[in-house]
Structure formats: structure tokens, C-alpha cells
């Protein structure tokens, strides 16, 4: 189990990668991650669904943790096209993304089917990764912080501990455009993340909470220093090996 706020550089490959290009990726993190033989940070890499079980096992001795993007919130049944936590984890999961807020977006997840599908993952033995963020209209109006409260408050199951749960706060509005909220502004935003979550569980001191949204290795040193954060959720920069390592190494 991580230590108490372990830096995690979590890598969401999201719909990217054949098999030869996955494969490769994949190798060159592991490769990097054992030659850097860090013991005081995590490294996950989450391929897509067809991919988890090849990289699985080229990831095999390295220490990179694998996990899902996505789980349904079912053990199993008729939920065509769907995959649930318990398949992740036999694929060699050990994390899954939740309310990430393409699948929000994309996939008209609420606040209320993000809760079902962390519990899914408890269910499974996996270490949910929920995901939160205002849309730029909401940052706009000034609602950021009233919008991640409700997002939290609807969507961190009760029962919640910091070995049991990763928040990533990913703006929408960052998320692929090459735009950051400043790191002053993601400190204060983590900070209230941390406070509202102390409502919610006993130890959200030690919760981790990572910040996601347009973290490339030339801004991972400020942000991933920013107070209360506690890793990345990283989308395109983790498509290139040097470039995630680059992240893994600032944390
Ligand atoms: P990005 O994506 O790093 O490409 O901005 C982050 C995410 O969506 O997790």
C-alpha cells in the first residue's frame, strides 16, 4: 500500500494506442521507472481496455502500476460493451479512473453513477482515482469551488479512507489545451478539495490529491510543488515515454 501522500504520476492514455505502439510506450516506462528505482513515488499507466492485459505484463517487474480508465459500476451481466472493476482487476489492474469528465461529458455520468462506480472498485479490491473539475463557463461564473464541492460531496462513496481513495482535480478547461491554472490557484483550489473532504472521511490530511490538466514535464516540477497536491493525472504528455518520465522524476 502507498505511503501517506505518496506522490502517484498516474499516465491516462485514454482512446490511444495499437498494440505495437502501446507495447512500446509501455516498455519504455518500465524501463525508465526501473532504472530510476524510485521507492518514494508511483507510477500507473492506464491503456485502453483492450491493451490492459499486454501491458500488464510488459510493465511486469518494473513496479508501473496498471490500471482502467473506466469501470461499469456491475459485477458482471448485460451491460453490452461494458467492463466491469472485477475485470480490471483480473486483467491486472490495480487502480481505475472514475468521473473522468470526458466520460462526464461524453457519457452523461452524474455525480451519482461516479460514486457507484468507486464503490465498484472497492468491490473489486481496485483503488478508485475519481476525477472532478469546473468547465471554464463555471470558473467563469465563479462557482469553481461550489461546483467541486457538490462533485465531491455526490461522488466519493461513504466509507471513503485516504488507502482508498485518489481525488484528481482536472479543470475541464485544461485538460488538452496547453492551459494551467496558476499554481497558486492550484494550491488553493487543493486545499479546499482537502477541506471539504474532511467532511467526508477520517484522514483526508493524507488523502491524495492530484492535479490533472495540461502537466507536461516543463511545468510538473511547479505544480506537482504546489501545496496539497499530491501527484498528476496526465493525458497527452504520457503518451511519450521520456516526456512522462520527465513528470515522474519532477515529484
Ligand atoms: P491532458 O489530459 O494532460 O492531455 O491535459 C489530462 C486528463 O484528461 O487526464
Given amino acids: 500500500m502507498a505511503r501517506s501522500r505518496q506522490p502517484l504520476i498516474a499516465g491516462n492514455w485514454k482512446m490511444n494506442g495499437l498494440r505495437a505502439d502501446a507495447l512500446a510506450l509501455a516498455r519504455g516506462v518500465a524501463e525508465g521507472v526501473k532504472q530510476a528505482g524510485w521507492t518514494d513515488r508511483e507510477v500507473l499507466v492506464c491503456p485502453p481496455a483492450t491493451l490492459l492485459m499486454a501491458v500488464a505484463e510488459a510493465v511486469k517487474g518494473s513496479g508501473v502500476l496498471v490500471g482502467g480508465q473506466d469501470c461499469h459500476s456491475n459485477a458482471s451481466g448485460a451491460h453490452t460493451g461494458d467492463i466491469s472493476a472485477e475485470m480490471l482487476r483480473d486483467a491486472g489492474a490495480s487502480h481505475v479512473i472514475v468521473g473522468h469528465s470526458e466520460r462526464r461529458t461524453d457519457c452523461g455520468e452524474t455525480d451519482a453513477t461516479v460514486r457507484a462506480k468507486a464503490e465498484a472498485a472497492w468491490r473489486a479490491g481496485l483503488l478508485p482515482i475519481v476525477c472532478i473539475g469546473e468547465t471554464l463557463a463555471e470558473r467563469e461564473a465563479g462557482r469553481t469551488l461550489q461546483v467541486l464541492e457538490t462533485q465531491i460531496k455526490g461522488s466519493v462513496p461513504a466509507g471513503a479512507t485516504a488507502a482508498k481513495l485518489v ?68 493525458g497527452g504528455a504520457s503518451l511519450k515515454a521520456d516526456e512522462f518520465l520527465a513528470i515522474a522524476k519532477a515529484a
Fill in 167 to 234: 481525488v484528481a482535480y482536472e479543470p475541464v478547461w485544461a485538460i488538452g489545451t496547453g492551459k494551467t491554472p496558476t499554481v497558486a490557484e492550484v494550491a488553493a483550489v487543493h486545499a479546499h478539495i482537502r477541506k471539504i473532504l474532511g467532511g467526508l472521511m477520517p484522514d483526508a490530511n493524507v488523502v491524495r490529491l492530484l492535479y490533472g490538466g495540461s502537466v507536461k514535464g516543463s511545468n510538473a516540477g511547479e505544480l506537482l510543488a504546489a501545496g496539497d497536491v499530491d501527484g498528476a493525472l496526465v
